[in-house]
């Protein structure tokens, strides 16, 4: 009885694993696979923070680097935030995996960002809507 569970178990592994690798490969270093992971993106984006998000397409290797392409944010009033035809995030993976959104680098190429300050001097998406309020600090910014 103890080798049947035994041997069960070993099955069980030996087809969830390379299920799992092969369903992660295909999600992302496929173009379709990127395809949905940007959509993903997008709609775990929406339900963390308020407002709507939208990402054409996720690449990059995910151990240090994403790069989104067609990102656009609009606030909860559908008033547009942000047009970035190409963003690119570098950060430490292991800071990720602990919960910590740590970015270590972010380029911006070729964006439109609107951003108005509130008289308490906080950021959001326009004067006197608290929508969309933001608290990142990058060590690097670079925008093209």
Known sequence: MRRHVIRLFIAILLGTV??????????????????????????E??????????????????????????????DTTGDLL????????????????AG???LEDLDIDRGTIRIVKQK????????GDASMNFSASPKKTSVQ
């Open 82 to 97: 942000a047009d970035i035809p190409h963003l690119e995030v570098r950060y430490k993976f292991p800071n990720l995996m």
């Open 18 to 43: 390379p299920a799992l690798l092969g369903g992660g490969t295909a999600l992302l270093f496929t173009e379709t696979g990127r395809l949905l992971t940007g959509r993903l993106v997008a709609g």
């Open 120 to 127: 308490n001097g906080r950021p959001v998406s326009r004067s």
């Open 45 to 74: 984006l929406g339900r963390v923070m308020r407002g709507r998000f939208e990402v054409a397409r996720v690449s990059g290797n995910f151990w240090r680097t994403l790069e989104f392409d067609n990102v656009v944010i609009r």
């Open 100 to 102: 910590r959104i740590i």
